[in-house]
């Protein structure tokens, strides 16, 4: 399971990585010294991998001193829950799972058939957050996948409803953060806002963190639906008059299986995607994810609701 | 630090085509893709356009797009071959300047925009003084739309010269001017062949070869966020002082002093999880360690020993951008959150308000949304202060409003 990765090389250690470095480091420490129950987003995925990394290295020699949560949609890939399990044990961070099966079961969220699980994530996610009195919620968006991304604070004020406003938003200034909030309002914190796709993948390299395997060029069986390729799995079969075909892929992103689609690639390495990364025409959100097709402003409105 | 990152900041007036310029140049720097620029040209042709309009790559708010205007800052990363940057795209309406200040706060460089037909304006002025009173340490004049005055060395040296006039009175004593034309590219990226008279570089080629000054020599500054005690097996005795370099060389062996108690000591080690450092130059996050166990706390400030010292301090006499609708007057409260520190503090008199049209300042008792203006303050308990002059971290706070959380002002330590 475990992909060798090779030693970070000198030429790799470039400046504006460690600029990125302390920058996280510095917002992630203030959550520290502003909020009493602070809790990470971690889907597995790698920009949450990297956060975790950048929070752990923030408190370095302590114990990171709060858990991750994982909101999950139930339509997992395999590979990427044994990479959570496997890894939070190893560091010995404790993990709560925000479950949109168990909300649908006890009736908080209706899910229609054919309906992405996406925008169902909220509700679990809010409740969790009330649930577990969380003040802070650390999440691992950037400003350069997605133009509603790009209008967000480092530290953002959710109501009681989990609701952003995106126009009465904090001003932002220097690298002063704003974290006060009142009773039953949160703060979502985004530390990596400043990277892009290709600094994270830059970084992991330099790092050498391991990633789930399905970031790795493997063989898949697909359909290509949508002019995106998705996987065949139990909640994805291939419908009627699709030709199923077995391709060399890997995953850009990290999601609900049902919405998340693979690139055609033959990049085995970390050194191989960021070399891909680099030369990539498509941005990882248009090459990969349905639920940003659906309008302009879909983003925006999901995280108008809560979402992150 | 050399190699890192470029922070950038652009502001112009209203319909100066500054998207349209933020648009090119991440197009032309090959940053926008292939699937971004589709959502564009759709976009675009829902709307009636002709053409692609570049400035909704940057405008992502549904309002936004709605209104056809820029409300919010939106920050968009680009690298060329030489530099990383990153690029903070500011509203140009008077109503949303505290999204200018925001933008300008952090950036190295500021790019203003004027339409070549227009020259200078107040909202230019508003801008430029923003700049300066930021400590913004490189500042460009893009005039655009050269294309629509015939390429014009005359009208193109008529705006330096009043543009210069407004800087010298803000007391900015060097800028850098471009003719550009954003639409068809002259000058942005590409040096133009049609303003044979200019000999300067491309704005690309300037922003790539920019050196940004250090901020001036300061024994170091390091605010306290966080104190680090494992007390696991491995670590049991531990304790280190997590924080950023904010001015100057922290090294090991360091004389220091711990602000505001006054309490001295030594640096014994400079802790990252990769390893120690023998030195953190600023804007570094490392884990201090002391020789003396004394009482630190998150707010406190560890300082070299040497001039200037900063000063601790229960009395600001500070310039203020005013960011909200209320209007500030004599005798308002707020916490004031300084570095690592929240106090209480009152505003005890409005002195002055800054008039952008004469850009000098003029008697005011209160401060309307967007003035800039000078304010006496008195804190709950000290802090310690730089001049924002001296050093942009140390010299600068917020005022935030004690009930609703929302930050309110944006101050400057003179």
Redesign the interface.
């Known amino acids: 399971m475990t992909t060798v990765l090779r030693p970070p090389s000198d030429a790799l250690d470039?400046?504006?990585l460690?600029?990125?470095?302390?920058?996280a480091?510095?917002i992630i420490?203030?959550v520290?010294?502003q909020f009493e129950r602070p809790v990470l987003l971690f889907s597995g995925g790698k920009d949450s991998i990297v956060m975790l990394h950048l929070a752990?290295?923030?408190?370095?020699?302590?114990?990171l001193p709060f858990p991750v949560m994982h909101v999950d949609t139930g339509h997992n890939f395999p590979e990427v829950i044994e990479y959570r399990d496997r890894k939070l044990a190893d560091w010995g961070v404790k993990l709560v799972v925000a479950s949109v099966q168990d909300a649908i079961d006890a009736g908080r969220i209706s899910e229609t058939p054919g309906q992405l699980r996406n925008g169902l994530q909220t509700v679990p996610l809010l409740d969790a957050i009330t649930e577990g009195k969380f003040d802070a919620v650390l999440g691992g968006a950037r400003?350069?996948e997605?133009?509603?991304?790009?209008?967000e604070r480092v530290f953002s004020?959710r109501d009681d409803f989990g609701q952003w406003d995106?126009?009465n938003?904090?001003?932002?200034?220097?690298?002063?953060y704003?974290g006060?909030?009142?009773p039953g309002?949160h703060v979502r914190i985004f530390p990596l806002?400043?990277w892009?796709e290709?600094d994270i993948w830059a970084y992991i390299e330099r790092e050498g963190i391991e990633v789930p395997d399905i970031y790795f060029a493997h063989k898949r069986e697909v359909v290509e639906r949508d002019g995106m390729l998705l996987a065949l799995t139990e909640f994805t079969p291939a419908r009627e008059g699709e030709a199923i075909r077995t391709e060399t892929v890997r995953y850009r992103t990290v999601g609900d299986a049902t919405c998340t689609g693979a690139v055609a690639s033959t990049a085995t390495t970390v050194a191989d995607i960021v070399i891909e990364t680099a030369a990539?025409?498509?941005?990882e959100r248009?090459?990969t994810r349905a639920d940003d097709r659906a309008s302009?402003?879909a983003m925006?409105?999901r995280k108008r609701l809560g979402y992150f | 630090m050399p190699g890192g990152l470029l922070r950038v900041v652009t502001a112009g007036s209203v319909d100066d085509g500054k998207s349209t310029l933020v648009g090119r140049l991440l197009h032309d720097a090959k940053a926008v893709l292939a699937d971004q620029m589709t959502a564009v040209e759709v976009a675009s042709e829902r709307r009636g356009y002709e053409g692609a309009d570049l400035a909704l790559l940057v405008d992502g708010l549904r309002a936004e797009r709605e209104q056809g205007i820029t409300i919010d800052v939106a920050y968009r990363y680009f690298a060329t071959a030489n530099r990383t940057f990153i690029l903070a795209d500011t509203p140009g309406h008077v109503q949303y300047t505290r999204n200018t200040v925001t933008g300008a706060s952090t950036a190295d460089v500021a790019v203003i925009l004027v339409d070549a037909r227009t020259g200078v304006v107040e909202q230019t002025k508003r801008h430029l003084a923003v700049m300066s009173l930021l400590r913004v340490s490189q500042i460009a004049l893009a005039v655009n739309k050269m294309d629509l005055v015939d390429y014009d060395e005359a009208v193109f040296d008529r705006i330096v010269t009043d543009f210069a006039a407004a800087a010298a009175s803000l007391e900015v004593d060097h800028f850098t001017p471009i003719p550009i034309a954003a639409l068809s590219g002259d000058n942005v990226v590409d040096r133009s062949e049609r303003m044979a008279w200019y000999g300067g570089k491309s704005l690309l080629e300037y922003l790539e070869g920019l050196e940004i000054a250090d901020e001036p020599d300061l024994p170091a500054r390091f605010p306290v966020q966080v104190v680090i005690r494992p007390r696991t097996a491995e670590h049991p005795d531990y304790r280190g002082y997590a924080g950023r370099v904010e001015a100057g060389i922290l090294r090991k062996g360091d004389a220091v002093s711990v602000l505001p108690s006054g309490r001295r000591s030594t640096v014994t080690g400079i802790d990252t999880p990769d390893g120690e450092l023998s030195e953190a130059r600023a804007g570094r996050s490392v884990t201090v360690r002391l020789a003396d166990d004394i009482d630190i706390a998150r707010g406190d400030l560890i300082a070299g020993i040497g001039d200037p010292e900063p000063a601790s301090t229960r009395e600001l006499s500070a310039t203020l951008c005013w960011l909200t609708d209320k209007p500030l007057r004599a005798a308002d409260r707020f916490r004031l959150r300084h570095t690592t520190r929240d106090v209480r503090a009152v505003v005890d008199a409005v002195e002055s308000r800054l008039d952008i049209a004469s850009v000098s300042p003029m008697p005011a008792d209160e401060l309307g949304l967007n003035d800039i203006g000078r304010v006496r303050i008195r804190l709950a308990e000290p802090i310690v202060v730089d001049s924002y002059a001296i050093n942009r971290s140390t010299g600068a706070f917020l005022l935030v409003d004690e009930t609703s959380g929302a930050t309110v002002a944006a101050g400057l330590v003179r």
């Open positions: 470039r400046a504006w460690t600029d990125l470095e302390d920058e480091i510095h420490r203030e520290l010294g752990m290295k923030a408190y370095w020699p302590s114990r400003r350069d997605e133009k509603a991304r790009a209008k004020v995106p126009r938003q904090r001003p932002e200034l220097w690298d002063l704003n006060r909030h009142r309002e806002s400043n892009t290709l990539s025409t498509i941005s248009g090459a302009e402003a925006e409105d």
